[in-house]
């Protein structure tokens, strides 16, 4: 079973040097297989050894866990190691105890008289990484029997679930800040692939940072094409994205069980080995699944969310999402998990506004009014970028705050097929002016579905009750439908002439750039959507970086 230890294995027999300018490389090829490092990679090591804190910003595939596990081999004592997933303990475990390296888990998936047997071994010193969940932490006693151990480094990964902005936050993450009380001499290093400059802010205040260092990869993946294409007929245009990577391995990532469910079964009547994988199956399941992929023996996994994470598999030539997600961060993540290898491969989101309102009145549920401002503020850039006739690339590299040169990336929809624009002027003078005439009117802030609501004369119970029926722009926009403004106005969000508020509920607000727009009647320019029809990427225009790249652990 994954964890235990081989008792006649050798143990590690290297102490902890001083590596101020001595070579990692023979540890890094003695017990991981690997002659160079990956961007990054030594820099981390080094503060870690160092005794510094770090966050770790690498992309998926990008060798985060090497960032814990060499010096875990290096330094004496326990690696405590924070991470969500069982079957990603148990892979990562499985790994190091085949390189000789002592390291166990401690899940609920074991039986008593495992914890107990692990536990021994943990207070006897021999193990050099300990991994735990953070829901583990919680349960009573757990950080108090942590005291008895040597814990010299503690890792966390998946680090942005500890921020509240981040995409995949997690309140039982917070604990984690009195593992820095428990073993206030220990470094701490957190990992991420995806985190904002915000998020990066809050998880060191979270985790109660000292001065750590920053170490922050690019956010290109130069071998990823991506593709969004309007969504028709789902399945025809998932069996045509396989068509262009025949006998390929790939993701099919959908928003709820029984779609997933639904589109595996699909696939498998027409003779595409797919199977689902969802939160809803049992560990056994799952886990077999996941191991069938891994092994190449299933095709296509047809996922939620609960999917992917931590899986080290470099073949995966195509991440398609059937649905919307729910942030870019997910997006980015998700799409991270193909083409690990380096190699080509193509990332697809079949996209309509539709998935916006369906995410929309999930959120709405939500009771707190904070986080629902926070969910539709993300959303709303997720549904931008789906809209944009902007570079994907582009697009993506500047929400986490890197620039990208050069006007075409030659690597996404959006360059290959350039949208056709078109004068928007009047279009967005009538979105901005009925902005301003409802906060006129009331001294109101309202959402984009409101502001839709009036140009297209609805007769709604809300529109009524403000006594919005009376504006000047009542009704001057019957002439588009309520899914061509809803574009439009997410399009002048991003070109940065309305603004979203989260404060309390997400509600539109003019800029002054907008202001400025409207006062001068200044051209416009607007994108139309992409049409149906979908071509293979032009591989000669695919960037020269598309090389194979070493994998990092």
């Known amino acids: 079973m994954g964890g235990m230890l081989d008792t006649t294995t050798s143990t590690i027999d290297v102490s902890a040097p001083s590596t101020e ?43 985060k866990s090497l960032c814990f596990q060499l010096p875990a081999v290096l330094l004496p004592g326990l690696t405590l190691v924070v991470s969500p997933l069982i079957a990603l303990m148990k892979d990562q475990v499985d790994a190091l105890s085949a390189a000789g390296i002592p390291a166990t888990f401690l899940s609920s998936a074991l039986d008593f008289d495992e914890v107990r047997e692990r536990q021994r071994l943990l207070r006897e010193g021999r193990c050099r990484l300990l991994y735990v969940a953070p829901e583990r932490l919680l349960m009573p006693g757990f950080l108090a029997s942590l005291r008895e151990l040597d814990v010299r480094l503690i890792a966390v990964d998946e680090a942005h679930c500890i921020s509240q902005w981040g995409h995949d936050f997690r309140p039982e ?29 809050d998880i060191a205040a979270s985790l109660r940072l000292r001065e750590p260092r920053s170490a922050v990869a690019s956010f290109d993946r130069p071998n990823l094409f991506y593709r969004v294409e309007p969504k028709t007929s789902v399945l025809r245009q998932v069996l045509g994205a396989l068509a262009r990577h025949p006998g390929e391995q790939g993701i099919v990532y959908a928003y709820s069980r029984r779609t997933a469910e639904t589109i595996a079964g699909r696939l498998r009547q027409e003779h595409v080995n797919a199977a689902p994988y969802h939160a809803g199956m049992s ?39 059937h649905d919307l997600p729910w942030d870019i961060e997910s997006y980015y993540q998700e ?4 083409g690990r ?3 080509q ?11 916006v309102a369906k995410r929309g009145s999930f959120i709405d549920e939500k009771h707190d009014a904070e986080e629902r401002g926070r969910a539709r503020r993300k959303l709303s850039e997720m549904a931008a970028f789906a809209e944009s006739g902007e570079c994907r690339r582009r697009a993506l590299l500047g929400y986490f705050g890197e620039e990208r040169g050069g006007e075409s990336c030659g690597a996404c929809d959006n360059c290959q097929s350039p949208r056709e624009t078109y004068d928007g002027t009047v279009e967005a003078q009538k979105l901005l002016s009925c902005v ?81 727009a409207l006062s001068s009647r200044e051209r416009i320019s ?27 652990a």
């Open 283 to 321: 560990p056994h399941a799952r886990a077999q699944t996941q191991e069938a992929f891994k092994r190449d023996a299933v095709r296509v996994i047809c996922a939620t969310v609960a999917f992917g994470m931590g899986i080290d598999k470099a073949n995966v030539r195509f991440v398609i999402h």
């Open 436 to 516: 301003l005439r409802i906060e006129q009117k009331n001294n109101l802030h309202v959402g984009l579905s409101h502001v839709v609501a009036v140009l297209m004369g609805a007769a709604s119970q809300k529109v009524y009750r403000l006594g919005h029926e009376d504006l000047t722009t009542y009704g001057i926009g019957r002439g588009r439908s309520r899914a061509e403004w809803m574009a439009i106005g997410r399009e002048l969000v991003r070109l940065g002439l309305l603004r979203v508020s989260e404060d309390r509920y997400t509600v539109l607000d003019v800029t002054k750039r907008g202001r400025d």
């Open 173 to 201: 993450y917070r604990r984690l800040a009195d593992l820095r009380a428990l073993f206030p001499r220990a470094p701490v290093v957190a990992l991420t692939a995806t985190a904002t400059a915000r998020v990066r802010t």
């Open 335 to 338: 799409t991270g998990r193909a």
């Open 345 to 355: 491969a193509e990332c697809i989101l079949f996209y309509s506004p539709s998935d």
């Open 21 to 63: 300018g001595s070579s990692l490389l023979p540890v890094l090829e003695r017990y991981f297989g690997f002659t160079a490092f990956r961007p990054l990679q030594e820099g981390i090591i080094r503060d870690v050894l160092a005794g510094r804190d770090v966050i770790a910003v690498l992309p998926t595939g990008g060798g």
């Open 526 to 552: 607007l994108t139309r959507r992409a049409g149906t029809g979908a071509r293979a990427p032009d591989r000669t225009l695919w960037s020269a970086a598309a090389t194979p790249a070493m994998m990092g």
């Open 341 to 343: 290898d380096g190699r």
